[in-house]
């Protein structure tokens, strides 16, 4: 019997790296390997307890309420603001949607105004929960347009919707306007600050221009703050807060309906591990106030550096000036945005493909974290090098057969067998005699297919590729 931690150190060698800065998307890394052994010791600690009763488990609802409490500190909430430890960015959002539904039984039809670069968590909430998602073209510099929000808000508007920054551009939403519009007609108005809720104070602290986004706003009635993006905290934790207590309600639910315990709970979850709550509160107070603040000072030093050397290609440039920690690059006719995002993860610095959406051109994300500051010059030595890369090679041309092959699928009915087809028509991902995929290592095809794919066939597509990629391992 082989040892099953030498087998996960085995295993894990496939990731993507956690530590070292060089992965700029999924992971964020303060750089300090002592918050990594305080995060991991006190995860351990924690893995098997529960955070489903807080009488039974008090230590986990004192740890809650001080990492709400210091969020409240960060984001100018006003006494009675309150808050709950969620398990992501994506479940804080589900409640927010599902609390503003709820708070409306007058509603029949629930609807809510969203500008049309707020995160897909959204549009999962609003198939979850039958709210209509009302998608408001923002404008020319990737803001959400406070006028046109403003004029899409009506009486079966339960939620309005504004991002500080948005994830794709990373720029924040004109929060102030939207928020003054939705509390005219008496609606919640959400701030997804998932990803920058945690640095943008402490970047205002430091002097640099941001909007206000907050609770000082008028009008904002929650805000998400995801602790495990930058708040350098272990995976699985965010904070949703609410203005005030009465605002929250709805997201409770409690059930006796059964003969067991009479369930509680406050998020989607009912057990909750310990673990992530145990590790986000100890990295916090192993950070500190002070902490973070020279945190942010380092990560936006990397990004100035970052717009820096993207500002010395020609073929490179900035989709916008990033707001706070993402940077969002666009590529010139000389240079396939996805042949160089192959050469950059070959040079070990993995960064996002974003593909072409409604008008405008495919986009590479970066995600910076403070611990990529002291690798920013072979960031730049890695651009260079793959921008020359990327330019020799070429761009990728997808088979106009591949083209019309995708062309005369329907999305909306996509079979098993149009997938295996689409597998054998491209040649790109192939499959063995049990049906398991072989993934390439280069991605540059298969984004640039995916990227001539309407967005309703993208997601049948992946949602194919998902099922294929989980099946049971079976060892008998
Ligand atoms: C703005 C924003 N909202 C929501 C989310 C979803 O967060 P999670 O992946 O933790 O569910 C993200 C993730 O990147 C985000 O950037």
């Known amino acids: 019997m082989s040892d099953p931690l030498e087998r996960l150190r085995d295993l894990q060698r496939a990731d993507l790296p956690v530590h070292g800065g060089r992965t700029l998307a999924y992971v964020y890394d303060s750089g300090d390997a002592e918050v990594d052994r305080v995060a ?81 968590a959204f549009h999962k909430a609003a198939h979850y929960f039958g709210v209509e998602a009302v998608v408001v073209p923002v404008g020319p510099d990737f803001r959400a347009d406070a006028t046109a929000t403003a004029d899409a808000i009506d009486d079966d508007t339960v939620l309005v919707v504004a991002s500080a920054p948005s994830y794709a551009h990373g720029v924040v939403d004109p929060v102030t306007d939207i928020a003054a519009a939705a509390a005219a007609r008496g609606v919640r108005c959400h701030v997804d600050a998932c990803i920058g809720g945690w ?106 550096a970052i717009v820096t050397c993207v500002e010395r290609e020609p073929a490179l440039g900035l989709v916008v000036t990033p707001d706070s920690t993402l940077v969002t690059l666009a590529t010139d006719d000389t240079l396939d945005p996805f042949t160089l995002t192959d050469e950059l993860v070959s040079r070990g610095w993995y960064v996002q493909p974003q593909l072409s959406f409604e008008g405008s051109g495919p986009t590479i994300h970066l995600s910076v974290s ?38 005369a699928l329907d999305p909306t009915a996509l079979t098993d067998s149009d997938f295996d087809g689409l597998l054998a028509a491209s040649g790109l991902v192939s499959a063995s005699a049990e049906g398991d995929l072989e993934l390439p290592t280069r991605m540059a095809e298969v984004n640039a297919m995916l990227d001539v794919a309407s967005p309703a066939m993208r997601e049948a597509l992946l949602v194919a590729f998902l099922d294929r990629l989980q099946r049971p391992v079976r060892t008998s």
Not at 374 to 385: I, M, Q
């Open 199 to 304: 640095v943008l104070p402490y970047a205002a602290r430091l002097g640099r221009a941001v909007p206000a986004w907050t609770f000082a706003v008028e009008g904002v009635t929650s805000i998400s703050v995801d602790t495990h993006k930058y708040a350098y905290a272990p995976k699985g934790t965010s904070l949703l807060l609410h203005r005030d207590a009465g605002l929250r309600r709805p997201q409770f639910f409690a059930s006796a309906a059964w003969p067991g315990y009479t369930m509680l709970n406050a998020t989607t979850q009912s057990t909750r591990s310990g673990g992530p709550i145990a590790g986000t509160w100890a990295v916090v107070q192993h950070i500190g106030d002070g902490g973070y603040l020279a945190l942010a000072e380092q990560v936006l030093a990397a990004v100035d």
């Open 40 to 120: 991991r010791e006190a995860v351990a600690a924690y893995a098997a307890s529960n955070a489903l009763d807080p009488t039974a488990f008090p230590s986990l609802l004192q740890m809650e309420n001080e990492l709400v409490g210091f969020a409240c500190d960060l984001l100018d909430a006003p006494d009675g603001a309150v808050g709950t430890v969620t398990s992501g960015g994506t479940e804080s959002i589900l409640l927010a949607v599902q609390g503003a539904r709820d708070s409306r039984p007058d509603v029949l039809r629930p609807r809510m105004v969203l500008p049309a670069t707020a995160h897909a």
């Open 370 to 407: 403070a611990g990529t500051l002291a690798h920013v010059d072979e960031l730049a030595t890695a651009l260079g090098e793959s921008v020359a890369a990327a330019q020799a090679a070429g761009p990728v041309e997808v088979d106009h057969g591949v083209v019309a092959f995708i062309e």
